[in-house]
């Protein structure tokens, strides 16, 4: 029989629900009491990518040099795009976005990860945690929407290139980023309240360099139904009905190109996005790659590898996809340049 605070059997098992303490011999107490001190858990312990003394100047020297990369080829895009008139079109304000979008999401996990790396640390604070899962399910789903946003845009460049200004006029393009913003900010939110009502047991290891919302489902002790069902919903609002509106988009582009004659034409049409589709594959890509590798891989530590990409190395080659394709970023970059050169 359990025993209440007062020493008393107690027949309702929703509060003589008990846990056995190990140090007391087996002893039993009470859940509700061992719960009052675990519902206010203070820190989690984020065990990184290894455990190995030797491979963490290594980890944080590659992290570092490669979250500064991403950092300033996204600012130099945004840069050479706010500097330019000639790129003050609706294809190059969807892309500076896209580059605030991929510093915010290296700026929400990577800085914490190379901080806990450089002073030996694994804690990251409660209030810490639930930010970092808000702040990266707000950027990235920003990113996913924001990529659909420019694969309509695409489109319309070439499925209706005479109506293109008319139809992607300046309203438009700031109503398609607000309401991407908007989506993003209220998946994050239902991220946020369905994170912050779990109760944590002892166990606050996360094997992750961030705080990754199916790790903490694992964490929890409590009832998680209900967060899962909010995961595949956020995911399939965020993740799969963009990614459909991407594939829908490309078909049409596909079919459009396929019916001009000209080769030169097809060739120009198709250089037109190859850029954005190279990005959409990465992103897609490694995102795919985290939410199978969870379900896959037997070790959690292992299912942290593909979130690098995710957050490191997508935001940093995105910059390198546009810059290195894109004839008219080459050009404002080299104008850009000779602006700085002739002014020192």
């Known amino acids: 029989m359990c025993r209440d605070s007062y020493g008393e059997g107690n027949g309702n ?3 003589c629900s008990c846990l056995e303490n190990p140090r007391d011999g087996g002893a039993w107490y009470p859940l509700y009491m061992e719960l009052q001190n675990l519902t206010g858990v203070s820190e989690f312990f984020l065990l990184g990518l290894s455990d190995d003394p030797d491979l963490q100047p290594l980890l944080f020297g590659l992290f570092l040099s490669m979250y500064l990369v991403a950092m300033l080829g996204n600012l130099l895009i945004i840069l050479v795009i706010s500097s330019d008139s000639h790129l003050h079109t609706p294809m ?8 605030l979008a991929d510093i915010s999401i290296s700026t929400t996990t990577i800085p914490k990860m190379l901080v806990n790396l450089q002073t030996h640390s694994k804690s990251i604070t409660y209030a810490g945690c639930l930010a970092q899962v808000t702040f ?14 420019m694969a309509y845009d695409r489109l319309v460049a070439i499925c209706h290139p005479l109506h293109y200004l008319v139809i992607m006029n300046p309203r438009l393009c700031i109503l398609l980023v607000l309401a991407s913003f908007a ?22 290891e996360i094997p992750h360099f961030l705080c990754d919302p199916p790790q903490l489902l694992n964490l929890a002790c409590s009832d998680t139904t209900t967060n899962k069902i909010l995961i595949y919903f956020i995911g399939t609002i965020v993740g799969g009905i963009p990614l459909s509106g991407i594939l829908y988009s490309y078909i049409r582009i596909i079919s459009s190109i396929l019916r001009v004659s000209s080769s030169a034409a097809k060739s120009k049409a198709f250089s037109t996005c190859g850029s954005h589709l190279s990005v959409v594959c990465l992103f897609y890509g490694t995102g795919l790659g985290v939410y199978l590798s969870s379900a896959v891989l037997s070790s959690p530590r292992k299912g942290a590898v593909p979130s690098v990409m995710y957050t490191v190395v997508t935001p940093m080659l995105n910059p390198f996809i546009y810059s290195l394709r894109n004839k008219d970023i080459k050009r404002a970059l080299r104008r850009l340049l000779n602006r700085t050169t002739s002014c020192l």
């Open 136 to 149: 990266l399910s707000l950027f990235a789903g920003l990113e996913s929407l924001l990529l659909t946003v």
């Open 13 to 15: 098992p929703l509060q």
């Open 92 to 99: 190059y304000f969807f892309l500076s976005n896209l580059s």
């Open 183 to 204: 989506v993003s900010l209220l998946t994050s939110l239902l991220h946020y309240l369905m994170m912050s009502q779990l109760t944590f047991c002892t166990n606050v």
